[in-house]
């Protein structure tokens, strides 16, 4: 019961950190939501910032494994899999929840170099980024590092464009510059 009520609370807190944003969102409004007393709140996280990093891990882990899941689903070929990236990427930016990347925006109001925030934050661009990298490893391109590094910074760019202009033409564009790179990255 005890996991299931924290799980609760996160799943409660998600939307609106990424809605009304970390500083924005108080105790009292995520209490309301979960209907939960303070006292069950603080039973489950010491402090708000434990709450946040809780809920950026099992962000994280949704968005990447669902992300994941539609990419490796959409082409046995790995060069493919790479441009699906950027549908999956588009697709993401036409939900009605979209406020652009949780990791991003809160970076903007965590900024510390040692936050524990910052560090859930770091890891997930690296995972995501790893992700490609084993996907131009699979498809034997040449520089895969650099490439994964490209198409990552492509992702990332679009989606801030994205969340800025509300346009998923970003998306369109990225792929478009990732298709070049994936042909002079090809032997």
């Known amino acids: ?11 409660s807190a998600l939307p609106l950190f990424n809605e009304y944003g970390f500083h924005n969102t108080g105790v009292n ?24 990093a809780a809920v950026l891990q099992y962000g994280d882990a949704i968005s990447r ?50 936050s524990q925030i910052r560090n859930i934050c770091q890891q997930s661009k690296k995972l995501k980024r790893d992700y490609l990298y084993e996907i131009c490893l699979e498809a034997n391109l040449k520089t895969p590092e650099a490439l ?16 800025v202009s509300k346009s998923d033409e970003a998306a369109n564009t990225a792929k478009m510059i990732a298709v070049q790179l994936i042909e002079a990255a090809s032997p």
């Open 29 to 52: 409004l995520i209490m309301e939501k979960a209907r939960i007393s303070k006292k069950t709140l603080y039973a489950h996280f010491r402090t708000k910032d434990d709450l946040i």
């Open 1 to 11: 019961m005890q996991n299931s009520k924290r799980q609760h609370i996160i799943e």
């Open 148 to 163: 994964a590094d490209k198409l990552a910074l492509l992702i990332e760019g679009a989606t801030v464009t994205a969340q």
């Open 65 to 114: 494994n669902n992300f994941m899941r539609v990419v490796d689903k959409s082409s046995e070929d790995p060069k493919e899999r790479l441009l699906a990236a950027f549908d999956a990427t588009k697709d993401w930016f036409n939900q009605k929840d979209f406020f652009g990347c949780t990791f991003v925006n809160v970076i903007a109001e965590y900024s510390e170099d040692t």
